[in-house]
DNA sequence: GCAAAGAGCAACTAAAGGGTTGCGTATAGG
DNA sequence: CCTATACGCAACCCTTTAGTTGCTCTTTGC
């Protein structure tokens, strides 16, 4: 069992990869599920080839991307467990929240 | 409307405020629904009172949270807003994602 | 067998981020 | 009043990050 410590860094660094409009678009073109080599990926950015590499690394060190070599090319493909993960600690947020004002709530109105 | 450029660029920038460790203990102290000042906010963080406000103003800038002036201390509340279109934008990706497998597993297995 | 395409690696630069210290200002309260 | 509390602002430092350039290496395909 990881520490609290360990998840919550984890966890930082996740958005932190998410919090790059790049980032965001690489992702985007891989949605439709075929893997895109970088060459691919690059396409339409107005980067280098290099540039775009160093976005998927981040994106790969984090695990929400995966590269498998196809002959000279490697290919990125995306996996989706973290951004599930992510995106359920976003919904905890938001229902802990909830469920505070409505506590708040009832408490003004003295129940 | 906004361009979409513009909406990618305003959504990495909410990722990229939750993308720091101190920021989320922040976010977690704050989901109680209690506003709470910047000096209580600083208890226990290991950091100075003008850090802790840097990483306040990170939060506000991108709209999870919002202060409101008290007398002498300004306290500090979270916005679920932001963090709600976040959520349900990474459920779309993850969601495209299992729609583009399925397209493509149907496409391998000739239908 | 050779040119072109696709990438990896390393060094470098400019800018952004996280953090601190120091100082000034307003409010709360004895 | 006068002191302690709660902040805001500005300067400064160090580290990380985004991006580029240049070179090398492998694979493709004619």
């Not at 073109?29 to 690059?42: D, Q």
């Not at 993960?85 to 919904?91: G, I, K, V």
Request: charged letters at 25%.
């Amino acid at each position: 069992m990881p520490s609290a410590a360990a998840v919550l860094r984890t966890r930082a660094s996740v958005f932190a990869a998410l919090g790059d409009e790049t980032r965001l678009g690489l992702l985007a073109k891989l949605t439709n599920g075929e893997p895109l080599s970088i060459a691919r990926l690059t396409e339409g950015t107005k980067l280098t080839r290099q540039a775009v590499t160093k976005h998927l690394r981040v994106l790969e060190d984090v695990g929400v991307v995966f590269s498998v070599k196809a002959g000279r090319e490697s290919r990125f493909a995306l996996d989706p467990r973290p951004i599930v993960s992510a995106q359920e600690y976003l919904e905890h947020v938001s229902r802990q929240w909830d469920i505070a004002l409505a506590r708040l709530k009832a408490l003004v109105e003295g129940t």
